[in-house]
């Protein structure tokens, strides 16, 4: 059998270790030349491919391919695109196919979270429908950890160690000044409906009364009373109190503390900052001073203290998505298997993408405390060994020397196309 092309692109937000799944895919598919011949990637996810923007990842040299590893951000581009049904906008489907045939491609690799299992799995029933064979593998990849069947999220180890970092420095700084400045400091972190990154904070709390006292899940109905009966409590006994608190936090009625009212690409709610609505709420009904901080983008660029277990679950899920495409399994997602806790083992194994696609793990009771301000026993468990070491990139000047691909672009082929 002829050797074809591979397609491969990066989907929804970033993290610090889904380009070291794009080297895991570049570099397990150049060990098959029988089976690939060159590995083209998406400038911008699937837009990429609807747009004919392609990039010849032969073109970059072997020790870029390699830094890959250890740079942050999509180094291809991501996008926030979700392909409609093939009965809703049939030229969407047409496009790619077109473009595939085009290109030689038979490949295709979609790295990303729960909506971009989606597009992997609608490509891979596109191939039925339309009479064009796609061997289709999703790679995983959120920094919310919320993908099923899977032991954890590539991207979401690294983010998991920015956050406890963070608040353990933070909670010591704000114990440093509390007895004449700041009593409470606020931390919001990422997490719409999961609250996998909160609750890594609270590894950060040990022995030494460090760390976060309070966490909100969006797993828990927020309680305001509770919450400032706790914040009050926290500060008698303590002197200060830290609080990290996921964006996702709501009401028992099911609204956000931070419902803008607007909605995202994706159809979901556009929220507004809850670190600052939290912090009102406790100067206005406890007069304490406060600061608050928004994680943001930053969680999920911090490459520079990136976990190592994370790096080498991200690159052996891209390398694995390859394996599996030329053995011709096809509609799937590579997963991570626990296999021990400590030491922490694991192994490789795979899911169907039409089981993954479009559901969110969240959090387990038992993962929270009964009054549901922190996590347990069982939650430090399952989080500590994702956070465990590290890989720093290499410095220039004192700043990481993250490589910034040349992306060759393959001449087109194909008219414009118009959505």
Known sequence: MPAYNAFYAQSGGVTPVINASAAGVIQTAAKHPEKIN?????????????????????????????????????????????????????????????????????????????????????????????????????????????????????????????????????????????????????????????????????????????????????????????????????????????????????????????????????????????APVVTQMIKDELNLKCHWAVCDYLQRAARHIGSKTDMEQAYALGAAAVELAISGTNAVMPTIVRTNDAPYEWTIGHAPLADIANVEEKMPDNYISDDGFFITQECRTYLAPLINGEDYPSYSNGLPDYVVLRKHRVDKKLAPFKD
Not at 41 to 66: F, K, N, R, V
Not at 133 to 145: A, F, S
Not at 171 to 197: L, N, P, Q, Y
Request: charged residues 25%; aromatic residues 10%.
């Open 38 to 274: 060159k590995v083209y990637a998406g400038q911008d996810g699937i837009l990429g491919a609807l747009y004919e923007e392609l990039i010849d990842t032969s073109m970059e040299s072997d020790e870029d391919i390699e830094a890959l590893k250890r740079t942050p951000s999509g180094a291809f581009g991501s996008c926030r695109y979700k392909l409609k049904s093939l009965e809703e906008h049939r030229a969407q489907y047409e496009r790619l196919i077109d473009v595939f045939k085009a290109h030689d491609i038979r490949y295709f690799f979609y790295n990303g979270g729960g909506d971009s299992q989606d597009t992997s799995h609608k490509v891979s029933q596109l191939s039925e429908q339309m009479g064009y064979p796609i061997t289709c593998v999703g790679v995983p990849k959120t920094i919310d950890n919320d993908l099923p069947f899977t032991d954890c999220s590539p991207g979401f180890g690294s983010v998991a160690k920015y956050v406890a970092i963070s608040i353990l420095e933070a909670s010591m700084d704000v114990a440093s000044m509390s007895s004449t400045s700041t009593k409470v400091f606020v931390m919001e972190v990422m997490g719409r409906h999961a609250g996998w990154i909160a609750a890594a904070a609270g590894l950060a709390a040990d022995e030494r009364n460090l760390g976060p006292d309070v966490i909100l899940f969006p797993e828990v109905d927020f309680n305001r009373e509770a919450f400032l009966e706790k914040v009050r409590h926290t500060v008698d006994n303590k002197g200060q109190c830290s609080i990290v608190v996921s964006e996702g936090a709501k009401y028992s009625n099911g609204k956000f503390l931070a419902d803008s009212g607007l909605k995202d690409a994706f159809g979901h709610a556009q929220l507004g900052g809850v």
